[in-house]
């Protein structure tokens, strides 16, 4: 298994420029996050997906969308990048236990190796 | 609204000594999970632990020890012996059982082991 990957790894973008970020999944996880992280400080949730065509706000959703079409991609999409959106970010797919089972990897989230975005 | 507090922003050890991370969670919900994630200098978020919150029981993995105290909803980790490699910043986080399961972080300490 892959996991989580995304791409690209880093990324310059101009002001009012868009851009898409992927994600993409190869463990069947219907759950999947998209977070930022800013320098020195915590991720935060942007958006999140319960599954295929399913995708709901977190806490920092203004300037992103997102589409969940399929299980394994879950794409970030920026429309007219900021510099307030130059950030790292971070997808992440996890699972729930089945028929209220609680598994040992139950909603573990397993992350990407991260975007790394500047606007200037 | 769920909360996790890391308090300590930045700590530095020299090598071999013990060190302790503090988290401090807040949340209504009664079943809940928490985790702890280590980011090297690299940037990738390693998972360490999780523990639900029906589970008090303290748990050691080698050189890691985990302390869950749901009477100060607190969830500390300690590191016995520290090493070099130890040096990243540690994340604290926690996750409801809900629909969604989403995680909220604490702002994460730094910890910086020296020879």
């Known amino acids: 298994n892959a996991g989580v990957t995304q791409t690209p790894k880093f990324r310059i973008l101009k002001i009012g420029q868009s851009m898409t970020l992927q994600c993409t999944q190869d463990m069947n996880h219907n759950y999947m996050y998209w977070y930022r992280q800013d320098p020195g400080m915590g991720l935060k949730l942007i958006y999140y997906?319960?599954?295929?065509?399913?995708?709901d706000k977190g806490e920092v959703p203004n300037g992103y969308n997102v589409s969940r079409s399929t299980t394994e991609d879950f794409p970030l999409r920026l429309e007219l990048a900021a510099p307030s959106q130059t950030s790292v970010y971070f997808c992440?797919?996890?699972?729930?236990?089945?028929?209220?089972?609680?598994?040992?990897?139950?909603?573990?989230?397993?992350f990407g190796p991260g975007t790394r975005l500047t606007v200037t | 609204a769920q909360k996790v507090t890391q308090a300590q922003t930045e700590i530095s050890v020299v090598e071999k000594e013990d060190v302790t991370l503090d988290c401090v969670y807040e949340t209504r919900d009664t079943t809940y999970y928490l985790f702890w994630y280590k980011q090297p200098p690299s940037g990738e978020l390693v998972f360490l632990i999780r523990r639900n919150s029906f589970d008090e029981q303290n748990e050691i993995s080698g050189r890691y020890s985990w302390n869950f105290q749901k009477s100060t909803s607190s969830f500390n980790f300690t590191i016995t012996a520290s090493q070099v490699v130890d040096s990243a910043v540690y994340f604290c986080a926690l996750s409801n059982t809900g629909t969604a399961s989403k995680l909220t972080f604490g702002t994460g300490t730094r910890l910086q082991v020296t020879l």
């Open positions: 997906s319960v599954g295929a065509g399913i995708t």
């Open positions: 992440a797919s996890s699972t729930k236990g089945t028929s209220g089972r609680d598994t040992p990897r139950s909603y573990e989230q397993y």
